[in-house]
Structures are given as structure tokens and as C-alpha cells.
């Protein structure tokens, strides 16, 4: 089963790692922002060793991005970002695994101080899930 996690966050100024930028984060003693890059390289270590990690990408500042709408029959495009919330999409990683199950367990533990993680299963055309 195939599912996206996706990274919510308001890095200041925009970076990655995004824990490294965001206040809450940073507001952590160094020796345990340390302990949890240190799990979260491990992590990806571990789904990559049980061919659960099929990819992943940091984006660049929301500010960078270009919007396309249709309107009146064609594609409008204006500056980003998308939303006016202070939260925006920071990254994400494609995963492979065995179970729903697994993916939340996968998914919890990339949650971290002043990020939101979200989880969605991948659809195909048709919307079978895969």
C-alpha cells in the first residue's frame, strides 16, 4: 500500500531540515534536537533497509511557488503561496508498505515540534487505492 506523508510547517527564515528553523524546535535543549535528528536519521535508515521508502523531496520557500487556476477556459497563473496560513507545505516522502497500520506508525513518528504531518493513501485512476 502506497501513501504519502506530508510535512506542514512554517520554518522562519525557510529551510531544511525544517526542525532546524522553526521556533519550537529550536527552543528544545541541543542535546535532545540532536537525539531526534539522530532517530529520524535512523528511521529513514530502517525504512530504506525494508524497502519502505520509495522517495522523498524538501520544497523550496512557498513564496517561490507560481499558482495555476483555470478561469474562463484557461490556466491563470499568479504567485504563490497557496494559502494565506502560516503553515505550508514543507516536504514529503512516498512510502511503501504492508499496512495502514504501519503507514501511521511511520507517520507519528516524523511528527516533531511546530510541524504538522499528514498522512493519505495513494490513488490510482479509477480510485483503487494502491
Do not use: C
Not at 495555476?68 to 490556466?75: E, H, M, N
Request: zero cysteines; aromatic letters at 10%; charged letters at 25%.
Amino acid at each position: 500500500m502506497k501513501f504519502v506523508i506530508l510535512i506542514h510547517s512554517n520554518p522562519q527564515p525557510w529551510g531544511h531540515p525544517t526542525g532546524d528553523y522553526v521556533a519550537e524546535n529550536l527552543a528544545l535543549p541541543k542535546e535532545q534536537r540532536e537525539q531526534m535528528n539522530n532517530d529520524f536519521d535512523a528511521l529513514l535508515a530502517e525504512m530504506e533497509a525494508k524497502g519502505e521508502l520509495i522517495g522523498g523531496e524538501a520544497l523550496a520557500d512557498p513564496a517561490t511557488s507560481r499558482l495555476y487556476r483555470w478561469q474562463s477556459g484557461k490556466a491563470i497563473a499568479t504567485d504563490g503561496p497557496y494559502a494565506e496560513s502560516k503553515e505550508q507545505f514543507a516536504g514529503f516522502f512516498m512510502i511503501d508498505v504492508a499496512t495502514r497500520e504501519r503507514a501511521e506508525e511511520l507517520a507519528s513518528r516524523f511528527s516533531g515540534p511546530g510541524e504538522t504531518i499528514e498522512l493519505r493513501p495513494a490513488m490510482w485512476p479509477g480510485g483503487d487505492d494502491r
